[in-house]
């Protein structure tokens, strides 16, 4: 007689109904990355099942349904691919994008400028690192000139740096992770050993700049001018690397360490 297909796998039934979040009380409700991580299951569970049960209805070799040996690890072999098949899939139409550092975000939203502040020209160091938190407002050098001064050591992060003039300004040893400075002039800054790490230079002006063993991790350059700057021993992300070396302004050499901008960042050939 006809070999015996086997039955279509059982069915799992939720007990438990996941309601949306707009249908649940406040004071139960799950935060948001438990519930994406709970409908992600219960989506894997839903494209998976049905993946699962289709099995009745496709063909079997005849010859695994022979061998009383090779009959349960064949049927096993393929559940676990079909299942495997279905949540891979519903978990990467569930995944979110990927998240994008300070330096790579395409638009910003900026308050606007405190004309009235006589003071907001100065270098302040925060007295917390990394932190707008240790300020009572938002940092704003918005349109200063702050050319020729000394931030040597201060902590400026999260400073909104851009549309101003900082040509010859020392940042020596300085903190600016995540600054805003884009469109502004940095012609002759020099960065030594500072921390510049998530910051846009969009359109700025830095030619003849100083990056000596500065953290440069997820800042980026785009359609500034790096022109005679160095880059000696900076620590440069990979993805940020790729895109500096194709900056057609990455050329010439630093008028004051006489190193190569080029071959400072470690790009080999034009770009």
Not at 167 to 179: G, I, R, V, Y
Not at 202 to 228: C, H, M, P, Q, R
Request: glycine share 6%; with cysteine; hydrophobic share 40%.
């Amino acid at each position: 007689s006809a070999p015996r297909r086997p039955s279509a796998l059982p069915l799992v039934v939720v007990e438990n109904t996941v309601l949306p979040p707009k249908m649940v009380p406040e004071e139960t409700r799950p935060r948001t990355s438990a519930w994406r991580r709970s409908t992600a299951v219960v989506v894997a569970l839903v494209v998976a099942l049905p993946c699962a049960t289709s099995l009745s209805h496709r063909p079997i070799p005849r010859a695994a349904l022979d061998s009383p040996k090779s009959r349960p690890a064949a049927l096993v072999s393929a559940a676990r691919g079909a299942v495997a098949a279905g949540a891979l899939a519903a978990l990467a139409v569930w995944a979110p994008p990927a998240a994008l550092a300070d330096g790579q975000t395409a638009k910003f939203v900026l308050p606007p400028i405190d004309t009235a502040d006589a003071t907001r020209c100065a270098f302040k160091s925060s007295s917390m690192g990394q932190a707008n938190a240790a300020r009572d407002k938002l940092y704003d050098l918005r349109q200063c000139d702050m050319s020729s001064k000394n931030a040597e050591g201060f902590d400026l992060s999260g400073a909104i740096m851009s549309d101003a003039d900082f040509t010859k300004t020392s940042f020596k040893d300085a903190q600016l992770s995540k600054a805003y400075a884009r469109y502004s002039k940095f012609v002759g800054t020099d960065f030594t050993n500072a921390v510049v790490d998530r910051v846009t230079f969009e359109g700025s002006d830095l030619k003849g700049a100083i990056f000596e063993n500065a953290v440069l991790t997820g800042t980026t350059f785009d359609a500034a001018d790096v022109e005679g700057a160095d880059f000696s021993d900076a620590f440069i992300g990979d993805f940020e690397l790729k895109k500096l070396c194709k900056n057609p302004t990455l050329k010439g050499e630093n008028p004051k360490t006489g190193n190569p901008t080029r071959e400072s960042v470690g790009c080999g050939g034009p770009p």
